[in-house]
């Protein structure tokens, strides 16, 4: 079964509004987090790392402002994106690692169609 | 950044056709996963390697860790249907980073 759960699975919204996305680990704690975007036909591309206690990791290029993460607990990681626009729609995907040396597992994926 | 590269991009085979792809960096990593994505869903591993050399295998599927630590190469036997799907395969260069994904192979199986 699924050891990360991600909601919701898909949202439309106007533009201008705020939509946050969820992403938990059912059976593990998890202190980090990554949350990746997927457009059509290409690959999953990292945007921030969370952390859980501090201050998210944004790659290069990633707005803070406008991509607001919160690792509230060792269980739950949101991104909030921030007077979406219909360039923000895409697959949003997050993955956490039971541990620092094992592998990742990814939530369902969340596909957001702002229009 | 860090670029992994996969191939074929794509592949069409016929059902019961055995299939290979590998993925290729400049870069060592320690870790190599592979991943396979169905439309609108998430990655599912498929495949975790952790050595050097490490030949694993999962049913049908199997994936090694190349010698140089600079590739890793997986392999489908008897392809069926099901086995349609985009395979990504992704590097960790140090424990407690993330993990690098290539650009995918996408995979189809002709009946």
């Known amino acids: 079964g699924a050891v990360v759960s991600q909601h919701p699975s898909w949202v439309i919204c106007k533009s201008g509004t705020s939509v946050k996305i969820e992403c938990r680990s059912l059976?593990?704690?998890?202190?980090?987090m990554f949350w990746y975007r997927q457009f059509p036909k290409q690959s999953l591309m990292l945007m921030a790392t969370?952390?859980?206690?501090?201050?998210?990791?944004?790659e290069q290029g990633v707005e803070k402002d406008k991509f607001l993460i919160n690792h509230a607990s060792l269980t739950l990681s949101t991104l909030t994106v921030t007077s979406a626009h219909p360039e923000d729609s895409s697959f949003y995907i997050c993955?956490?690692?039971?541990?620092?040396?094992?592998?990742?597992?990814f939530g369902q994926g969340t596909r957001l169609t702002v229009v | 950044g860090q670029q992994l590269n996969q191939s074929p991009q794509s592949m069409f085979i016929q059902e019961g056709e055995d299939v290979s792809m590998n993925c290729t960096s400049s870069?060592?990593?320690?870790?190599w996963l592979w991943y396979k994505q169905d439309p609108g869903e998430g990655p599912v591993l498929l495949i975790a390697?952790?050595?050097?050399?490490e030949l694993t295998s999962n049913g049908r599927l199997t994936a090694q860790f190349g010698i140089t630590r600079k590739d890793s190469f997986l392999n489908i036997s008897a392809s069926i249907p099901s086995d349609v799907g985009i395979y990504f395969c992704a590097g960790q260069l140090e424990y407690g980073q993330n993990f690098v994904f290539g650009p995918g192979t996408r995979l189809s199986v002709l009946p």
């Open positions: 969370s952390n859980e206690g501090s201050k998210a990791t944004y």
């Open positions: 870069s060592i990593f320690n870790t």
């Open positions: 993955s956490a690692p039971r541990t620092v040396s094992t592998e990742a597992f």
């Open positions: 390697l952790y050595k050097a050399g």
């Open positions: 059976d593990f704690q998890a202190t980090t």
